[in-house]
């Protein structure tokens, strides 16, 4: 009975909806002036039978309105004829922002709007990018801003859209405050996080403003560095922000720290066919952090290992994932190694180098056209072309090939401005300096870098051009070029002057993991003067001098990161070989340093410096030669005031050398993350004299200096001094308790 009910219910609606039903022979469309009727019809999506109900009008006015061309829809049938009247939404002429007088904020505010200039206006996207408007000056640190939309007819159906923009104040963030957290002090974790208190000296940064998305990110910092002291299962709960009156809010950051935990078993799991001595590394690496705290970062170096030693041995189709086991306060990992589906890059292409010629693009490209496709290696890609600081934006788009084991690399670049003019100015105990350079790194767009610099000091005035390929034919060597011509003024102290005049070609390349080698040749010709007082074997060195020497640098860098280093080291020497010379030395240079953190974060950096300037003609070492000690390595004492003295002047030496301990302490000002102290223990010496042993101090003893070091990032530039007391001394050195440098480029 109700299968029976159900069908005649389902006839009726049938006949009820066919009731409404009208035919039609031809379709009028009425109201238009810019959108062609031929459009029209299209969007509308008519039945093709040329019969239609009430339902088939709401979907051509539910079509016609999707476009975001009209205003208003009427659809209706009179006399057979279907009458579809619309009325176009205005043309934008123009979109104003007014009320920024930044002109970059007025470009990102035109970056989050739809609607753009000649583009139809419709109230609800107008609408939407106000919306956008309003959480873009939020993330700037505008919470109070407001936003008003209108619009101002010109006629012929066109308007221009105005944005009003009433800034407000800007949010500061009065506190930061740390909930739930009872490990770490409230200050070690403000100099984690990006966001900072206001505070009046702080006249340029941007942290101290309310910022939404950075507060997001420094949920990420904040799980990462407990992440890294061993608690596993860190949890932000929550970050809000209290708004405490005028413009000011509370910043708060509740952290579940959990418990924390340690390594236990570090395992390795390969497929059957694999040989594991190929990945023996990371044996050595398991056994040394079993019973270590858990660290996310080491977990990190154990998968860049991997990727490494796969790449190293040609696995090309490996991927690594982790697996864990928990008991109690103890993490077993195992690392699993499986076979991946073999891919193929079948075709790269390049988007957005409007200046930058594609070939520099490919030349820096880690993966190839017929290579198997590795996600770490097209990670690498990115990076390259982001070092190489041409790009505002590189992004990449993998794609499916002609088959399923092909893939097809879009790679899109946003060029930037390459070119720099700078101005700097440094003040400190050893006087003022001026710098004036103009810099284009990516000439013409064929990745080649100009350089000019010019530098006036207290005791020098120099100029230097020079050329750099990074990518010398496709080489992945660089190809250096350079030129400067100085005079170095040193009659009142070191009893010389030198006027110098020069030309060098270099070349260098990575040849190992993270082992450099930089070659080069060069030449100068020098004009030498000595002082009024100059003993007899120094005055015989004044006159002129043509030099060309080969010189080359091994550098091995295992840093964890170039800047703000907190662990592992760097080892370079320099040699400087003559071939054409009227007075031969060989000189040798060799600097190391060591970098490891201890006690709740603290660096500990231990420095070793070595120079011999070496005459093979038997000839005296030309004064311009000699070695002085730089100023960092030997604090407490003035620059170039130790070792052999003639008469009055400080002559440097044949050998050199220095030893450096330093570590840092904790901070002594509450959320001083642009600071650093550090006590330092230095121990040098300057000897040797080749034409007269008997100098004073010419064989004298180390000396040495202990004190404190303070470093300040400020907004015009890096601010240290040091405060050195001298532990042993020469007599006739010259001892310097405070020292200070200034510096900044604008």
Request: proline residues 1%.
């Amino acid at each position: 009975m109700f299968k029976i009910f159900i069908k005649i219910l389902a006839i009726v609606v049938f006949l009820i909806q066919h009731s409404y039903a009208e035919n039609f022979d031809s379709v009028e469309i009425q109201g238009n002036e810019r959108i062609s009727s031929k459009s029209i019809l299209m969007f509308s999506q008519i039945p093709e039978n040329n019969v239609i109900d009430e339902n088939s009008m709401n979907s051509i006015v539910k079509n016609l309105y999707s476009t975001g061309f009209f205003d208003d829809i009427k659809v209706s049938i009179k006399n057979n004829k279907l009458i579809i009247i619309v009325n176009e939404n205005p043309i934008i002429q123009s979109v104003k922002i007014e009320g920024i007088k930044s002109s970059k904020v007025r470009e990102s505010i035109q970056d989050v709007l739809t609607l753009k200039d000649r583009s139809s206006f419709n109230t609800t996207s107008a609408k939407a990018d106000k919306v956008s408007i309003l959480n873009l000056l939020k993330n700037t640190g505008y919470y109070f801003s407001e936003v008003n939309i209108s619009t101002e007819d010109i006629g012929k159906n066109k308007i221009n859209l105005i944005y009003s923009v009433d800034l407000g104040k800007k949010s500061k963030i009065n506190e930061i405050l740390f909930t739930g957290n009872k490990i770490f002090k409230d200050s070690k974790l403000k100099s984690v996080i990006i966001s900072e208190e206001y505070r009046f000296w702080k006249i340029i940064s941007g942290k101290k403003y309310l910022n939404e998305g950075m507060i997001k990110f420094d949920e990420n910092l904040l799980k990462n560095f407990y992440n890294n002291k061993g608690y596993f299962n860190v949890k932000i709960e929550s970050s809000f922000a209290n708004f405490v009156g005028d413009d000011k809010f509370q910043l708060v950051y509740n952290i579940d720290a959990g418990k924390k935990y340690f390594f236990n078993n570090l395992t390795l799991s390969l497929p059957a066919d694999y040989d594991v001595e190929n990945f023996g590394k990371l044996t050595t690496l398991f056994k040394k952090l079993k019973g270590e705290t858990y660290s996310l970062n080491s977990i990190n170096k154990i998968l860049k290992e991997i990727d490494k030693i796969t790449l190293t041995e040609q696995y090309e189709f490996l991927t690594a994932t982790v697996t864990e086991s928990i008991k109690n306060n103890l993490i077993d990992f195992t690392f699993n190694v499986t076979e991946s589906d073999k891919l193929y890059v079948e075709r790269i292409n390049i988007f957005g180098n409007n200046i930058t010629q594609e070939n520099i693009i490919r030349n820096n490209l880690s993966l190839d056209e017929g290579d198997a496709f590795n996600e770490l290696l097209q990670k690498k890609t990115v990076n390259n072309l982001k070092s190489l600081n041409y790009f505002k934006k590189v992004e990449t788009e993998i794609l499916e090939g002609s088959s399923s084991d092909q893939k097809i690399i879009n790679i899109k670049v946003e060029e930037k401005p390459t070119g720099e003019i700078m101005a700097g100015a440094g003040i400190g105990t050893d006087g003022g300096s001026f710098t004036f350079a103009v810099n284009e790194n990516n000439f013409l767009g064929r990745g080649l870098a100009l350089g000019t610099n010019f530098t006036v000091g207290k005791e020098q005035v120099r100029g230097l051009f020079s050329l750099t390929n990074p990518n010398f034919q496709g080489s992945n060597r660089s190809l250096n070029l350079s030129g400067e011509s100085s005079v170095t003024d040193r009659l009142a102290n070191f009893g010389y002057k030198s006027t110098k005049t020069g030309f060098s070609v270099g070349s260098g390349f990575e040849f190992f993991d993270d082992f450099f080698l930089t070659t080069g040749v060069s030449t100068y010709v020098e004009q030498l003067k000595t002082d009024a007082t100059a003993s007899t074997a120094r005055a015989k060195q004044k006159g002129s001098y043509f030099d060309a020497y080969f010189n080359y640098t091994l550098d091995y860098d295992k840093r964890n990161q170039k800047y703000q280093t907190s662990d592992g080291y760097r080892s370079r020497f320099t040699q400087n070989v003559p071939f054409i010379s009227e007075n031969f030395a060989l000189k040798n240079t060799y600097d190391y340093k060591l970098y490891n953190e201890w006690l709740n974060e603290n660096i500990f950096t231990l420095g070793f410096y070595a120079s011999n300037a070496q005459s093979i003609s038997g000839k005296d070492i030309k004064l311009s030669e000699r070695l002085f000690l730089p100023s960092s390595k030997l604090r407490g004492f003035q620059r170039g005031k130790i070792g052999p003295k003639d008469g009055a002047d400080y002559i440097g030496g044949n050998h050199a050398v220095s030893l450096n301990l330093a570590t840092t302490v904790p901070q002594i000002l509450p959320n001083s993350q642009n600071t650093d102290f550090s006590l330092f223990i230095d121990a040098a010496n300057v000897w040797g004299a080749d034409y007269d042993t008997g100098l004073a101090d010419g064989k004298g003893s180390l000396r040495s200096s202990v004190g404190i070091a303070f470093s300040y990032y400020s907004v015009i530039g890096p601010i240290s001094f040091s405060l050195a007391e001298a532990i042993s001394k020469g007599k006739n050195d010259v001892t310097e308790r405070f020292r200070f440098n200034l510096g900044t480029t604008f």
